[in-house]
């Protein structure tokens, strides 16, 4: 019964894994930090972009940004990329994430999805949840969660993008 559970299990996460690097960045509209309502679609340039969703509430999401935010230029040397930060914060909360965005002078594309429609069109259940993107719109890797130093793998990433 275990070995039964075990290979579903397995089954499972190979699908859900091809089903993430399947998908194209969807096309849904989102706020930035003016307040204009713009479509997701234009992030995509012919640069890939690390997407990240965050909360106002998620302690390792704020790390893992901070943490991005700190090693951008550096990283930049390396690899021609944007970070686009998505707040899933509700209409109550927004506000919050603006002045919490602004007061942390993250240097990147900070979004706010106020009615969570990216969010449920990208199916993120956890945060943080960070995707990376190509020059095209697709996404080509998936992570959920952040420890320390779990960010150099999203340079590896975008470096084998570069190489493309």
Known sequence: MMKKISFLMGVFFVFSTLVTYAQVLPDVKVENTRGEIISTKTLVDGKPFILSFWGVTCKPCITELNTLNELLEEWREEVDFNIVAVSIDDSRFTARARSMAKGFGWDF????????????????????????????????????????????????????????
Request: charged fraction near 25%; hydrophobic fraction near 30%; aromatic fraction near 8%.
């Open 109 to 164: 594309i900070c979004l706010f999805d106020k009615n969570q429609n990216l969010k449920r069109a990208m199916n993120v259940s956890l945060t943080p949840q960070t995707y990376i993107v190509d020059g095209n719109g697709k996404i080509v890797y998936s992570h959920s969660g952040y420890t320390p130093g779990s960010e150099l793998e999203l340079l590896e990433k975008l470096k084998e993008l570069q190489k493309k």
